[in-house]
């Protein structure tokens, strides 16, 4: 933990001087996954960072420690078993880090984005500046949209009253853009980096991303929300629950490799 607090006082210096921003504790469940099967305590901690999320203190983020390695995240298959097992959290939202070819203008260009599930705009509870976010159905159903951030809208498409409807080309795939979030959304939130992530689409995870061949990649991440009245030990007794469920359900044939 100290040589965490260590890391982070650089960008958590940087923060407190940026406008707009404001130190707010959000705190981490890690829910702990043993080398075999067995389920291991709570693990506390903090993230230094917050923007203005609505009720930020009922927010969570779930991870798994698997033997000895922390913070290693979460799986695909994580996030749906959450989602529908957990009675602590009124919402539960899967994301990962990715990046995309840019095209569409005079020169592409690389941007950092997210995939994320809709339940991670539901988390949050931030509504977007211009249009709308994806919904669960257009995520189950591989819709291909996208939601920017005012610096994409700004920087790329000069704040274009009528963004919303038009094409936007990622990997030389067509999205239609469906809404811009405010400026100051940032999610994923990166630790001395602001401004980051430039647009989201739906996570709409694969056959193979849910196959048992990917039962142990913990590429991926979940943000939740306590239930009004649910203690944080309270969510840390639920979460370990739901990783007790998973570990049952986990391939018998990679147990003694996790």
Do not use: C
């Amino acid at each position: 933990m100290q040589t965490f607090l260590e890391e982070l006082r650089y960008p958590l210096r940087r923060l407190i001087k940026s406008p707009g921003f404001s130190l707010t504790i959000v705190l981490i469940l890690a829910v702990s996954i043993g080398a075999t099967t067995a389920i291991f305590s709570l693990v506390e901690g903090v993230l230094l960072r917050s923007l203005p999320f609505a009720d930020p203190e009922r927010l969570v983020v779930l991870g798994e420690h698997v033997g000895e390695n922390s913070g290693i995240g979460a799986t695909a298959r994580d996030i749906g078993t959450y989602a529908a097992a957990s009675s602590a959290f009124s919402s539960v939202g899967g994301y990962s880090g990715t990046r995309y070819e840019l095209g569409g203008g005079d020169t592409p260009e690389v941007v950092d984005a997210a995939r994320m599930t809709a339940g991670v705009f539901t988390t949050l509870g931030v509504e977007p500046m211009v249009g709308r976010v994806f919904t669960v159905q257009e995520e189950d159903a591989r819709q291909p949209v996208a939601v920017i951030s005012d610096a994409l809208w700004l920087n790329r498409y000069h704040r274009d009253a009528h963004i919303v409807g038009t094409s936007i080309t990622l990997d030389r795939s067509t999205y239609s853009i469906i809404g811009v979030m405010p400026r100051s959304f940032e999610f994923p939130l990166q630790p001395g980096q602001l401004d980051r992530t430039q647009l989201w689409i739906p996570m709409s995870l694969t056959a193979e991303e849910l196959s048992d061949q990917n039962a142990g990649a913990w590429g991926y991440q979940m943000v939740a929300r306590l239930r009004d009245g649910v203690t944080l030990q309270q969510g840390a007794q639920d979460a370990n629950r739901v990783a007790q469920e998973i570990m049952r359900n986990f391939p018998a044939g990679m147990r003694n490799e996790a």
